[in-house]
C-alpha cells in the first residue's frame, strides 16, 4: 500500500481546516495518509523540509507519495528533490523560489519574515526541477489560476521541466485544497489502489 504524507498550508493545522475530507478521500482509493504537522513559527523552509524528512524515514521510500499544499506544497518539491519518493503532489504550488523573490511584493516580504526570505532566496527552482525524477501530478484551482499570477507561473513552469508531470486544473477552486471542487479533481486524478 501506498502512504501519502501530506504537509499542509502556512500555519494550517487539522483544526484550523477540514483536511480529514481531503485524506478521507484520497483513502477511499486505497491509499494510506499521513498528516505531517509542521511548526511554522520561528522556522524556515530548511526547519520544514527537515520535520518531513524526520516522517519520511520512518517508511519505505519506494511506496512514499509526497504531497503538500501551498507552502506543505513548496516544502514537498524542495524534499522531493533529495529524498527521490515514489511520486509527488502539488497542490497550489507558492512561488518562493530563489526566481521568485525579485518579484514579490514589500508587504508579502514583510508578511512572511526576512528570515525566511533569505532561506527562499536559497532555494532555486531550476536546479530542483532537474533533480525530481518521480511522476508528478501538479494541482491548481481555476479561480486561483486566474487570480494569481506568480502561482500559475510556477505551476507551469514545474510541469515543463520536471520530466513526468501534469498539470490538472480543479474546476471553481480557489486557493483552498480542501474546497469540495479541488477534492473531487484530486480524485478523480489518482490512480485508486483498491
Known amino acids: 500500500m501506498k502512504t501519502v504524507l501530506f504537509v499542509p498550508g502556512f500555519r494550517q493545522s487539522l483544526h484550523t481546516h477540514d483536511y480529514k475530507s481531503l485524506l478521507t478521500s484520497v483513502e477511499s482509493k486505497g491509499y494510506k495518509t499521513v ?26 521510500p519506494k511506496n512514499i507519495i509526497l504531497a503538500g499544499f501551498s507552502y506543505g506544497s513548496y516544502t514537498a518539491f524542495v524534499a522531493a528533490a533529495k529524498l527521490n519518493p515514489s511520486e509527488l503532489w502539488l497542490f497550489s504550488l507558492s512561488p518562493y523560489f530563489a526566481e521568485d ?3 514579490l511584493k514589500k508587504s508579502w516580504k514583510k508578511n512572511i519574515g526576512m528570515r525566511r526570505v533569505e532561506q527562499f532566496k536559497l532555494v532555486n527552482f531550476n536546479l530542483l526541477t532537474k533533480r525530481i525524477n518521480c511522476p508528478t501530478k501538479i494541482f491548481i484551482g481555476e479561480i486561483e489560476l486566474e487570480k494569481y499570477e506568480m502561482l500559475k507561473t510556477r505551476c507551469q513552469e514545474a510541469t515543463k521541466k520536471i520530466k513526468q508531470s501534469e498539470l490538472l486544473v480543479a474546476s471553481n477552486a480557489d486557493h483552498d485544497v480542501t474546497n469540495e471542487n479541488y477534492i473531487k479533481k484530486i480524485a478523480e486524478s489518482i490512480a485508486s489502489l483498491s
Open 101 to 103: 523573490i525579485p518579484h
Open 35 to 60: 498528516f505531517v504537522p509542521i511548526i511554522w513559527d520561528r522556522t524556515t523552509v530548511v526547519d520544514w523540509v527537515a520535520q518531513l524528512e524526520h516522517e519520511y524515514e520512518k517508511h519505505d
